[in-house]
């Protein structure tokens, strides 16, 4: 089955995966990220471009974040629209917007996989079930390839509204607050900070 095409009935009644809501950084010291004014002049000039599909969004805002966070962290490799597909399981195939691999300048996708973006043109909630197969793929194709990062990241947004997962054990935690594109440093904090519980 599709990432796109699950559901959390079935994400819990197939691989044991619950969800739960929760301030996911409550407990956390974020410290805001100023963006580089090259992220700056890139949203400036997203706002003036109509942005009416999700590949749009993703071109215009969200690719410039992830860009900006491998300029500030290069020992991270950000992939754009490459296949995961977990062969020991034929359920889990697909292919998330963005990864972010802990490994440095690697052309191939590999391990350990931490977070993932998941765009939609509407509503971010439609993709959290999506989002969330995809985050359990991710811990699925650690371990087999011998990098068990456990914990894994994930984000989804329409490029003006974030909200961000967390997988732990067999929950998928997801934020109770919404981030939004004009508090983009606490956005690029929340992302330095996920970053750096994997440097």
């Not at 990864?99 to 971010?124: G, H």
């Not at 961000?164 to 900070?193: A, C, H, M, S, W």
Request: hydrophobic share 40%; aromatic share 12%.
């Amino acid at each position: 089955m599709a990432y796109s095409e699950f559901t959390f009935n079935r994400l819990k009644k197939e691989y044991g995966i619950g969800q739960s809501d929760v301030f996911l950084f409550e407990n956390v010291a974020l410290t805001p990220l100023p963006p580089s004014q090259r992220l700056q002049d890139d949203i400036q000039e997203a706002k003036s471009t109509p942005l009416l599909s999700e590949k749009a969004k993703s071109e215009y805002i969200i690719a410039p974040i992830a860009r900006e966070l491998k300029r500030n962290n290069p020992h991270i490799t950000v992939f754009s629209g490459y296949t995961l597909n977990i062969a020991s399981d034929k359920g889990l195939s697909g292919t998330p917007d963005f990864m972010i691999s802990a490994k440095q300048n690697i052309v191939e996708l590999q391990s350990p996989i931490f977070c993932l973006f998941e765009s939609k043109n509407r509503d971010p909630d439609e993709g959290f079930a999506q989002c969330a197969a995809e985050m359990y793929a991710s811990r699925l194709f650690n371990q087999e390839n011998n990098e068990p990062y456990e914990t894994i990241y994930g984000a989804v947004t329409n490029a003006y509204e974030w909200v961000f997962l967390k997988l732990e054990e067999n929950t998928v935690f997801i934020d109770k607050e919404r981030y939004f594109l004009n508090d983009l440093p606490v956005i690029l904090g929340i992302l330095q900070f996920i970053i750096s519980q994997y440097n």
